[in-house]
């Protein structure tokens, strides 16, 4: 079973994948993305944030909350995938056309399988990824 376990606090701008605390997705040094850091949290999600799960069958991912680990605050987002899934948090951020954007973040990968991506961070809808 693979089990790949990704905490972070990165983001995903015009829905930006997200994984550890202190994430940012900078334009001119202003952080774009509200909750950042997944330091406020309501029940088990943090603020301002969505789950989006491509299989949603029972136990194939976890997105969760970690509060016993965090690159820097008190929290960090956490994506557990049992099985191959494209699990992940989004946030929709307001960006303006002609701007460049830098998204930056701290990602923990934990039990990844032989040949496997550990996490990928992206905007959705614009070309290009980058992989780690």
Request: proline content about 4%.
């Amino acid at each position: 079973m693979l089990r790949i376990a990704k905490l972070a606090m990165v983001a995903l701008m015009i829905w930006i994948l997200a994984l550890l605390p202190g994430g940012a997705l900078h334009a001119d040094g202003e952080n774009v993305l509200q909750n950042a850091g997944f330091e406020t949290i309501s029940s088990d999600a943090p603020d301002l944030w969505n789950r989006d799960v491509w299989l949603q069958t029972e136990g194939s991912s976890h997105l969760g909350i970690a509060q016993d680990q965090a690159h820097s605050g008190n929290a960090s987002a956490v994506v557990e995938n049992m099985q191959p899934n494209h699990a992940k948090w989004v946030q929709q951020a307001k960006v303006n056309p002609g701007r460049n954007y830098l998204i930056s973040g701290w990602v923990q990968v934990a039990e990844m399988g032989s040949g496997e991506v550990g996490a990928t961070i992206f905007p959705l809808g614009v070309g290009g990824c980058s992989r780690i």
